[in-house]
């Protein structure tokens, strides 16, 4: 596959993850379907044979730590927002 399609693929899917943790916290699980996928993509390769815990165990951990944080940190932004809008209308 070509390099800079590579990074352009990455590159869509990491602003597409930064918008769907960011959406309204009705929709909080939007930001759950990269981290899902990625997961989803770790077992098929785990299955498969592709992936040694015992070599590959930063491949499994970091990406995955960094996908949930910035779904977390998303939806707690999405909150706040949220929460400033309603007080913002009460007034």
């Not at 596959?1 to 990491?14: D, E, G, H, K, S």
């Not at 592709?50 to 998303?74: H, N, Q, S």
Request: net charge positive.
């Amino acid at each position: 596959m070509n390099p800079v399609l590579v990074w352009v693929l990455a590159a869509a899917i990491t602003l597409f993850h930064f918008w769907a943790s960011r959406r309204k916290p009705k929709y909080w699980y939007l930001g759950g379907i990269v981290p899902a996928l990625w997961l989803g993509a770790l077992v098929f390769l785990f299955a498969n044979g592709k992936i040694d815990l015992a070599e590959d165990w930063r491949m499994l951990v970091f990406p995955t730590a960094i996908l949930l944080l910035i779904w977390l940190e998303g939806h707690e932004a999405a909150k706040k927002k949220e929460l400033a809008r309603m007080k913002a209308q009460d007034m």
